[in-house]
């Protein structure tokens, strides 16, 4: 596997697979090709979702005089792809570039041999990491240390003041958010509501939304956000760390640590089925990240190893089938709200592991399976292209 540096990245919203790939698809392409004008076609998801997540727009800034088409077919290799033109002062084509938007940001160019970068890890599973770790006598984020290196601590310390920033740039500002919806943030006024004599159990549901509202506001504005495992799903993790290391505590190393092992479990879905909503559904993106934060919890109070499986299994399995139906393509009506649900469920997933881990049956690699299946089952209308689901029955007025 990869490193969990792929995984996390720190770049603007709203969509890692729909303006922070074709952003670096198009700068890569203006580098190949300094021309006079372009054009650039946006194909399945990334067309039926263009508008609301800014794909023209982060286009038009980077190549200028370019003319954004929205095509209405699918390409079968992969549902976000862009084709790229090039056109000289006498409008002849002097370039052309196929590519696929995989998600997280990643980028594929169709022909040209994709250069991966090195496997940092030697297994392919959470079993086999479960196993090394139990022979090996080390924590997962022991792990992630000795496999990584010393280095990897200092690029999660920047990980996590990054998602600091988004909460609390989010926290401070109240406008409405762009777009057509006319959303009004509410990350502050629920932050503003806590009592400090509220019983602790609506404080904590109220504080843990804030802060995933103020990541995901901060991500449909367009905003800068952590990758956790995707900008539309970057406020869950950050909301769950900030409010346990509030009440508990925590040290910065210890979140370190409880991120390094949440970037295990998004780097076992990445690799062995997908963080792609244009690819499985919602439950590949805010699942991941309510999956990752159920571990993360879990390490922050040391739970044993298959504690911390049991914990990221149920925070995904219980987003089975979840679809992705952003309205009007923009991400935030169910985005932003989806994320608070997630961070809350992730708290209560982990609680359930520490009672029940002697009895679960189901393994995590087979529900990262079985999620990957139910993405490539459901119909292309409830994978980010807001032609079904809340997005077909939510008319805009």
Same mark, same amino acid.
């Not at 074709?22 to 998801?45: C, N, T, W």
């Not at 794909?55 to 982060?58: A, E, F, G, L």
């Given at each position: 596997m990869k490193s969990i540096r792929e995984l996390y990245k720190i770049g603007k919203g709203p969509s890692s697979s729909h303006t922070m790939g074709?952003? +670096?698809?198009? +700068?890569?392409? $203006?580098?190949? &090709?300094?021309?006079?004008? &372009?054009? #650039? =076609?946006?194909? *399945?998801?990334?067309s039926l979702t263009g508008k609301g997540h800014l !794909? @023209? $727009? =982060?286009i038009e800034e980077v190549l200028k @005089? #370019? $003319?954004v088409v929205f095509s209405s077919d699918f390409i079968d290799v992969h549902p976000n792809t862009l084709d790229f033109y090039a056109y000289d002062e006498a409008n002849n084509q002097v370039g052309y570039m196929r590519v696929y938007s995989v998600g997280? *940001? !990643?980028i594929e160019i169709e022909g040209v041999p994709h250069e991966e970068s090195e496997d940092v890890y030697p297994h392919q599973s959470f079993d086999e990491i479960l196993t090394y770790c139990k022979q090996e006598k080390i924590r997962i984020s022991e792990y992630v240390e000795r496999f990584e290196n010393t280095e990897i601590r200092s690029f999660l310390k920047g990980i996590w003041d990054a998602m600091n920033r988004s909460i609390d740039e989010g926290l401070s500002k109240s406008e409405v958010l762009p777009g057509t919806l006319k959303v009004q943030r509410k990350a502050k006024t629920l932050f503003d509501k806590v009592i400090k004599k509220e019983p602790s159990e609506i404080k904590e549901n109220r504080l843990v939304s804030a802060y995933a509202f103020a990541v995901n506001e901060m991500n449909a504005s367009g905003g800068t956000i952590v990758t956790a495992p995707t900008c539309g799903a970057s406020g869950t993790m950050p909301a769950v760390l900030r409010y346990m290391q509030e009440r508990h505590g925590f040290t910065d190393d210890k979140i370190i640590d409880a991120l390094a092992v949440a970037g295990i479990i998004g780097n076992v879905i990445k690799h062995n089925a997908s963080i792609s909503g244009a690819e499985a559904g919602c439950q590949a993106e805010v699942g991941s990240a309510c999956s990752m934060a159920a571990a993360a919890h879990a390490e922050l109070f040391n739970l044993s190893l298959d504690q911390i499986e049991y914990a990221a299994e149920i925070a995904l399995e219980h987003h089975l089938g979840l679809t992705c139906d952003p309205i009007g393509g923009y991400v935030q009506i169910p985005c932003i709200e989806r994320n608070a649900v997630a961070a809350l469920r992730a708290i209560d997933a982990c609680g359930l592991a520490y009672f029940l881990s002697d009895s679960r049956k189901i393994s995590f690699d087979l529900v990262v399976e079985t999620m990957f299946e139910t993405g490539k089952d459901m119909p292309a209308n409830y994978r980010e292209t807001s032609c079904g689901g809340l997005a077909k029955k939510y008319q805009i007025k």
């Open positions: 074709p952003e +670096r698809a198009a +700068r890569l392409f $203006k580098k190949q &090709y300094p021309s006079s004008h &372009y054009k #650039v =076609i946006l194909f *399945g998801s990334l !794909t @023209d $727009k =982060i @005089d #370019v $003319k997280g *940001g !990643t």
